[in-house]
């Protein structure tokens, strides 16, 4: 394989169909940014338009606007702009509450819909949140339910016919793997289970295709490649044949049928609506309205095929120059996420040395060190400056320095 330079990368960025759209986001043209995949870049347009939200609509229209701006209706409006980004016909995403409290309404649903069986099953290291969320709701019914966490590749043949529910990440969040959607969710089925999929980090980095693959169940936020902003709403999918028997635990008020007839008695909703459960975050739904409407400029096809691009030129550069790390990635694109991971023991510190020349990727205890391609935004490049850092720091030992070692709280 011949080496490439510099300028192999530029080239890459003249012909890049995707590069206009980073003139669409605010951000520093010194700043290579590698951590789109856990917190987006802000939109140049969102800044005025929550300022609006907040001068007119709250300021001045007050109240009506639960009516005049459609506040009321963001939740089903979002969730539908979403569904065009993951192949979800209208009426079966929406907008609300984070991941963590999205994941626990929908195992419990999920549970409900298949009495009787008792395993929940997911992977060892999946997102924190998802392994501890399906903890608290076997903890809260007693021994009626079990989780199964077992390492990735033992996965699949745990799935058996005591199976309620599996809940996977499609892409890894640590090393950025990836599940093959369809042949699980079928596998999931064959045995009469019911499917989840985590898709935080995959959401806006590819096409995903639910209605296509015939998907159950969904999650995923909308901070990472999605760009909604620090805490923005998750959201949730719920396909359309399981809604007459979708049934929730958090039954607040939004999510019932008639919620302004303030009845004592809760009955919820037909279809996706009663997924909701209390006031939805008026202004971050205009923040995230914004960026769902840049994302949707984009052709997913392209923002695949930019970022599997520069997954591979990332290794090869890494392979090429950088003998320090191990590939925690697939080096397959087919079954590699928008990030590559590499490892070593002293991630943590080469991370904040990066971080000070202006190179922000981010850190996974315990020794991962992950690199997001974000294709709105990211330059060709960015890859080759940043393994040009790369190799400075870990060559001269820049990152032995005692404020490179000092660990913050948030990694
Ligand atoms: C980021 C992420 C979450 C985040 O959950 P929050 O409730 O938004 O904090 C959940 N699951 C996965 C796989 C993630 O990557």
């Not at 759209?21 to 789109?36: H, K, N, P």
């Not at 501890?132 to 990735?152: E, F, I, N, S």
């Amino acid at each position: 394989m011949t080496n490439l330079t510099r300028a192999d990368f530029e080239t890459l960025d003249k012909n890049d169909t995707l590069a206009p759209l980073r003139d669409q986001f605010s951000l520093a043209q010194d700043l290579i940014y590698l951590d789109g995949n856990s917190l987006g870049v802000l939109p140049k347009a969102t800044a005025a338009h929550v300022q609006q939200v907040i001068t007119q609509q709250w300021g001045v229209d007050l109240i009506r606007s639960w009516n005049c701006n459609q506040w009321m209706q963001k939740p089903a409006q979002l969730g539908d702009k979403i569904g065009q980004l993951i192949g979800a016909e209208a009426g079966q995403v929406l907008a609300c509450d984070t991941t963590s409290i999205n994941i626990f309404k929908l195992a419990a649903a999920a549970v409900k819909m298949r009495p009787g069986r008792s395993k929940l099953i997911t992977e060892t290291g999946n997102f924190a949140t998802d392994l501890y969320l399906l903890q608290g709701l076997a903890k809260l019914l007693g021994d009626q339910v079990q989780v199964v966490a077992l390492p990735r590749e033992q996965v699949l043949d745990a799935i058996d016919d005591d199976t309620a529910l599996v809940l996977l990440t499609h892409v890894h969040f640590k090393t950025g793997a990836m599940w093959d959607m369809p042949a699980v969710t079928q596998q999931v089925q064959q045995h009469g289970a019911l499917m989840m999929w985590d898709l935080c980090h995959s959401v806006g980095a590819m096409p995903i295709h639910l209605d296509r693959v015939n998907a159950d169940l969904a999650v995923g936020c909308t901070y990472k490649y999605l760009n909604g902003g620090p805490g923005s709403p998750a959201f949730v999918y719920v396909a359309k044949r399981l809604q007459a028997e979708f049934e929730q635990p958090l039954t607040g008020w939004l999510g019932h049928a008639k919620p302004f007839d303030f009845n004592d008695e809760y009955q919820g909703a037909n279809g996706i609506q009663q997924a909701m459960c209390g006031t939805p975050p008026v202004l971050a739904n205009a923040a995230l309205e914004v960026a769902l409407d840049v994302m949707l400029q984009a052709d997913l096809n392209q923002v695949r095929q930019k970022s599997s691009h520069m997954g591979d030129l990332f290794i090869q550069l890494v392979q090429q120059r950088c003998p320090w790390f191990q590939l925690s990635s697939p080096v397959d694109k087919a079954i590699r996420g928008s990030q590559v991971s590499l490892v070593h023991d002293q991630g943590y510190a080469i991370i904040q040395a990066l971080i000070e020349r202006n190179i922000i990727g981010d850190f996974r205890a315990p020794d991962h060190l992950r690199f997001g391609f974000t294709p709105l935004y990211l330059r060709y490049v960015d890859l080759w400056d940043t393994v040009d850092a790369l190799v400075d720091i870990m060559t001269h030992d820049l990152w032995k320095q005692p404020k490179f070692l000092a660990k913050q709280a948030v990694t």
